[in-house]
């Protein structure tokens, strides 16, 4: 399973791309001469059309001017808006900073009633202890080159994550068993956060299910970190940006994914044995 932007991101682009492509052979242009009436290169044109450059606000004003059809300039802005927010780098998401970013999730988390979240490197965000968070972060912003608020950054998440106490949402979380061993800050910091996931897994609202190394009937690989925001939205984590996908069918399939990933896994007394294991693991 792959979450490259030539999914929802990039099927929204090529939409865009086709609709100025089509303003400008109604208009009777060529791609040289559209490229000459908005003062631009006639790649640059070519770029567009073809969904290689995504075009500016102000490229899609001059476009729609140059081929007589200004008054569909804001609906495709609007358009192309969306399909870049479906394919955001983290660089340009948190460029000012990681707890902007925290922030940012507030309102789609507390008009979410089931989160679903599927993770292969570290804790879910939303069992996150204030340690490992603030180790994560910092080492996520030294990574990217960003502002450095670990510490605040770390504290927003903490404050976002009450929502898990909040009556009208549902948790069902899957980690990898790896998770327990990756260890993020000093063994002290992972300690506590594995301790966390005990009391945090017993939660009424929350389901927390750990796949096992060890496990033989592995009918699904390893996917990338995903989070499912009831049936309307999915975010896939990359190592560079988000992408959110929105299309039904490839939601479905999400869907599908984390349901077997889901049978994969153990819960209860056998969950909590592989935590346990992880924290002896560390002295």
Sequence with gaps: ?????????????????????????????????????????????????????????????????????????SD??????????????????????????????????????????????????LLQTEGYARALLGTNARFLGLPDDGPEAAAARLERSKIIHEAGHRFVLLVEEAVL??????????????????SAGALPAISLGIIPMASRERRLWAAETFNIYDQSLVSVELLSAQV?????????????????????AVYGADARGLIVRAIDALH
């Design 244 to 264: 959110n996908i929105t299309q039904p069918s490839e939601i479905a399939l999400y869907l599908r994914a984390f349901d077997d990933l889901r049978q994969m």
């Design 1 to 73: 399973m792959s979450a490259s932007p030539s999914s929802s991101a990039q099927a929204a682009r090529e939409d865009v791309a086709r609709r100025l492509r089509g303003l400008r052979r109604t208009a009777g242009l060529t791609v040289a001469e559209l490229a000459s009436r908005c003062n631009w290169h006639h790649a640059k044109t070519s770029r567009i059309e073809n969904a290689r450059t995504p075009p500016s606000p102000t490229d899609i004003r001059l476009w729609c001017r140059a081929a007589g059809a200004e008054d569909q300039a």
């Design 76 to 125: 495709l802005i609007s358009a192309s808006l969306h399909a870049e927010s479906l394919y955001t780098e983290w660089k340009r998401q948190a460029r000012n900073g990681l707890r902007q970013l925290q922030n940012s999730y507030l309102a789609l988390y507390h008009s979410t009633e089931t989160f679903r979240v599927y993770s292969t490197t570290v804790v879910p965000g």
């Design 181 to 198: 061993r990756y260890q993020l800050g000093d063994a002290e910091a992972m300690a506590a956060q594995l301790g966390h996931l005990l």
